[in-house]
């Protein structure tokens, strides 16, 4: 195929652009944020498939003032010729007509060439304008389109020796709910790209700010090794042995994986078909998973490591372990609601014979990290056990009615669920305020003492004897893990009520780890709120019933805004008293309820968790015991997971 040039014949005409237009969320998923990013995928994906073809090996994604985005890659150039049936340009054709398999998210990994770009017609489609730039090493070609529409053909506007294809657009604000591009969502999107097709060097900028240009350039020779190491240097968790990397073909179908142990408890398996996150795993996961833990027990009963009644779980084998698992194939097929599983039914036998023939023969040769590696498995093996004893201590002890209501609970008198807010607080001084403040009718207050465990870190046993967790979990009502129950939600809202400063955010993030390990279902069913206690409080300093005036800021800016507010008024300047609250446990009950608690005039936040991977993500950076990754997130994290909710 070196020499195969573009035949226009294979590029097979379906229709026009229209229907891109009229159901936009059809070619792309949606038209939020996501939506837009998927724009940039769509281009970027065309210059690494000229990479994966051989011929490109440097791409540049730009975002420029105006959320303009140019992306350029150093390959053949789309073709140029004049296509056989339609009398134009292969090039026009290619960003002007609908093309067969054009389907969202359809991935286009072609090991033998042929068709692709795909995506680039329903790029045009939705963008204000878009324009192309092709050097074919004699000459550049122009072509510029206005919501998919040109008035010109593709032409010659010079010479050059040069190679590559540029293309320019501008996202259409009357398609997308908004045009802003997140830099970091495209940099993620980038490296992992970078890390999947080993050698292609990416170059991210953005010059939007022209104060603050970024840009950051993504080249790993190491290809998903680097990934997997990249993973434990962001997490702060450290290595256990080196990275593991196993690679082989069947036919036409290519597949890779890197995978190393680490301190931690966590799983960590990203996998991915053709470029594209399997985020519901599939043929290819399934694969290796099956082969790591059959190999795993084999080698262990083979050396006399394990005993022959002894067998390790998946669980085991794969606690502190992160992989990452890449197959190419010809042709993808994606399941399930949100299309995030292979199917390829014929993928899992050959990544399970590859990983074991492979993995097998790593073990053999370097029996020290086989050992190292049964040790870390067994021990995961009888933490498990300790667990399942905990959770059966547990079980009986709620079985015989002696779980009882924990004693600083100030439960409220209201039996039913509905309308019912249970105020989880840090500290007994805010806990007696809120008490004092609450409604008792409605309003429950666990004021939280002891301890934190950093959940993080912690198997499931030691949460089962953790004095700060405990009371949480039996005042809920739900149990844990395996063990919860929505159903026994003995509250409608969970709202945690910590200070506004660092030590509230840590025991705030403590906690949403704790629910988002522990009680997912309690995230996910929006039960978790967070109480937005207020930072300043502006107050006329007067005698004068009519004047007297209080108000209660959330920021600076609102803070400002009513001290302007309120230092006159009739013609009479007030002198004003400007309180900064450094905890609850500084306003005294009546404040409380007017400010946090009143449902009439708080403000709480809700708990969301649209993508479980992501936070999950962000809490352990915000948990582990790196502190620079930690600070580094913790001012996004407040904004990602939760919700305006007024
Ligand atoms: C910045 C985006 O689209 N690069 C690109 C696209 C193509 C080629 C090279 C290419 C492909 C082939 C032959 C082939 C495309 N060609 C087509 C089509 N960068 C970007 N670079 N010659 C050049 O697949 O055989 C679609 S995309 F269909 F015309 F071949």
Not at 167 to 195: G, N, P, S
Request: with cysteine; proline share 3%; aromatic share 8%.
């Amino acid at each position: 195929m070196e020499e195969e040039r573009y035949d226009a014949e294979q590029i097979q005409v379906l229709e026009g652009l229209d229907p891109v237009r009229k159901r936009p969320g059809m070619y792309i998923g949606s038209t939020s944020i996501d939506g837009l990013h998927h724009l940039v995928y769509e281009i970027v994906d065309n210059a690494i498939d000229e990479a994966l073809a051989g011929y490109c090996t440097e791409i540049t994604v730009e975002i420029l003032p105006g959320d303009i985005i140019r992306v350029s890659d150093n390959g053949r150039g789309i073709p140029t010729g004049i296509h056989p049936t339609e009398g134009i340009s292969a090039a026009t054709v290619v960003y002007t007509v609908l093309h067969a398999g054009g389907k969202f998210g359809g991935g286009g990994y072609k090991v033998s060439g042929g068709l692709h770009g795909v995506g680039a017609s329903v790029v045009n489609a939705l963008s204000e304008w878009l324009e192309i730039n092709v050097k074919d090493g004699k000459h550049e070609h122009f072509q510029h389109f206005d919501r998919g529409e040109y008035k010109e053909p593709l032409k010659i506007i010079g010479d050059t020796d040069k190679t590559g294809t540029t293309v320019t657009f501008k996202a259409d604000d009357q398609i997308f709910e908004t045009t802003h591009y997140d830099y970091e969502v495209l940099l993620k999107r980038m490296r992992e790209q970078a890390f999947l097709n080993a050698g292609i060097r990416i170059t991210i900028s953005d010059t939007r700010d022209a104060a603050e240009p970024q840009s950051e350039t993504l080249h790993y020779e190491g290809g998903i090794r680097q990934f997997v190491e990249h993973i434990h240097r962001v997490k702060g968790y450290e290595s256990l042995g080196d990275v593991i990397y196993v690679s082989g073909k069947d036919g036409d179908s290519f597949a890779e994986i890197a995978m190393q142990y680490n301190d931690s408890y966590n799983e960590v398996i990203l996998s991915f078909a053709n470029n594209i996150h399997t985020k519901d795993g599939g043929s290819h996961e399934n694969g290796f998973k099956n082969a790591l833990t059959k190999v795993v027990n084999d080698y262990g009963k083979r050396f006399g490591i394990l005993k022959d009644n002894e067998k390790l779980s998946g669980d085991d084998v794969r606690e502190g372990l992160t992989a990452i698992v890449s197959v190419k194939l010809t042709e993808c097929e994606f399941e399930g609601q949100t299309k995030g599983r292979l199917g390829n039914p014929q993928v899992r036998p050959f990544v399970e014979k590859l990983m074991q023939e492979k993995l097998m023969s790593y073990f053999e040769m370097n029996p020290a990290v086989a050992r190292a590696i049964l040790d870390k498995c067994l021990a995961a093996r009888r933490a498990r056990e300790a667990a399942k004893n905990a959770r059966e201590t547990a079980r009986r002890k709620t079985a015989m009615g002696s779980a009882s209501l924990p004693g600083k609970l100030a439960d409220c008198s209201e039996h039913g669920v509905e309308g019912t807010e249970i105020y989880i607080v840090e500290g007994d001084s805010a806990g007696g305020s809120a008490k004092g403040g609450r409604d008792r009718k409605y309003q429950a207050i666990l004021p939280l003492w002891g301890k934190m465990l950093n959940v993080e870190k912690a198997r499931i046993d030691l949460v089962y004897g953790n004095e700060k967790l405990m009371p949480v979990v039996t005042a809920l009502g739900t149990g844990i893990g395996e063990d919860f129950d929505i159903s026994k939600l003995r509250y409608e809202k969970v709202i945690i009520m910590a200070d506004a400063d660092v030590d509230g955010c840590h025991i705030r993030t403590l906690l949403l780890t704790f629910f988002f390990r522990y009680m997912k279902p309690l995230i996910e069913n929006g039960n978790v709120y967070i109480a937005q206690p207020p930072l300043f409080k502006v107050e006329r300093d007067t005698k004068t019933k009519k004047y007297q005036q209080i108000r209660y800021a959330f920021s600076d800016e609102e803070r400002d805004r009513y001290i302007d507010e309120l230092k006159e008024e009739d013609g009479k300047s007030f002198k004003l008293l400007v309180q900064r609250y450094k905890g609850l446990g500084e306003m005294d009950s009546e404040q409380l309820w007017e400010t946090t608690m009143n449902p009439e005039t708080r403000t709480i936040l809700r708990v969301k968790m649209e993508d479980a991977v992501k936070a999950d993500e962000v809490i352990t950076i915000l948990m582990g015991d790196k502190v620079m990754p930690r600070k580094e997130y913790i001012e996004k994290y407040a904004r990602t997971v939760s919700n305006l909710d007024i």
